[in-house]
């Protein structure tokens, strides 16, 4: 009786040691990933139409060009819009890693300048109901993007679905995309909300697009953050904002990025400040908007 209780004793051990091992190995892979910190910006809107995933693509592909390795993940399932503004068609997209063998390099796509971007999944509902097993198996497997981005851009659908509350709370910081059209803001308000509901974090700040002079934006800004500081006790700021062009709409119908087409165009100037302005907190400065094109040509104080 005293063998067998030695025996089943020393098989605990075994059994104890084997799993510290375990978790020791497991331990240290995480801490090995780890090292390499990648930073995780979500772009959100409170509504369709203001130019978020154009401005996700354009500042994925500006960041590349200053020398940062971006992973841009079109993060809108059920919608494939990064591939439509890239004007390309991605063989797998960010679903197919929950097949058996799909690994994160076989859904990763090299486009324009260098930026890798994930593909959504256009029309899947299943998506919306990951279960735990799916739900763990993507986190496993995307877990490696830091591997490969010092800066990844999580380009979410808009509105407020339980997926995208969870890319802004998850996220590094958040840059919520609005114009200055008034359904616009009480959307984009309606995210900050939901935003303080969920997290203390504050990180969370404004681009505002489609504006025509700077005192527009700054209108803009000021009407939000006021509204946020007294309601929700959030103040927020605006870290840029892009002026109205043509050329953005003219970009869009060819499916190829402005500041790739047209990099001298007023929104590619923008987008390459709204960088500077991300990475080294610089102040935007162009202040040539349309109007005070207009009130040039036409003489206009």
């Not at 203001?50 to 993060?75: E, F, P, S, W, Y």
């Not at 990763?108 to 256009?122: A, C, P």
């Not at 958040?174 to 995210?191: K, M, Q, R, Y």
């Not at 969370?204 to 939000?224: A, G, Q, Y």
């Amino acid at each position: 009786m005293s063998d067998q209780a030695s025996i089943l004793r020393k098989l605990m051990e075994d059994k104890a040691e084997a799993q510290a091992e375990e978790f020791s190995v497991a331990t240290s892979e995480v801490v090995k990933t780890s090292d390499r910190q990648s930073k995780v910006i979500t772009i959100t809107s409170g509504k369709g139409g203001v130019g978020k995933t154009n401005i996700a693509v354009n500042l994925a592909i500006a960041l590349q060009m200053i020398g940062k390795r971006v992973l841009l993940i079109d993060a809108d399932i059920g919608m494939a819009n990064v591939d439509v503004i890239l004007g390309s068609v991605s063989k797998r997209n960010m679903l197919d890693l929950l097949e058996d063998g799909v690994e994160l390099q076989d859904v990763l796509v090299e486009s324009v300048k260098g930026v890798r971007y994930i593909s959504g999944s256009s029309g899947v509902e299943k998506a919306l109901n990951f279960t735990y097993e799916e739900r763990r198996i993507l986190h496993k497997k995307l877990s490696a993007c830091s591997e490969f981005a010092d800066i990844i851009l999580i380009d979410t659908g808009a509105g407020l679905g339980r997926h995208v509350v969870d890319f802004l709370v998850a996220a590094d910081e958040v840059l919520l995309i609005t114009t200055p059209e008034p359904t616009a803001l009480s959307d984009a308000f309606a995210v900050l909300k939901t935003y303080t509901l969920h997290t203390e974090k504050k990180n969370i700040r404004l681009i505002i697009n489609r504006i025509f002079d700077e005192e527009e934006c700054t209108d803009v800004t000021e009407k939000l953050s006021s509204t946020s500081k007294k309601l929700l006790n959030m103040p927020i700021d605006c870290v840029g904002y892009i002026f109205e062009d043509r050329t953005v709409i003219e970009c869009v119908k060819k499916q190829v990025p402005f500041i790739v087409e047209k990099p001298n165009c007023l929104a590619s100037k923008c987008i390459n400040q709204l960088v500077e302005s991300l990475i080294d907190g610089k102040q935007m400065t162009i202040t040539k908007g349309w109007l005070s094109f207009l009130s040039e040509i036409f003489n206009f104080s």
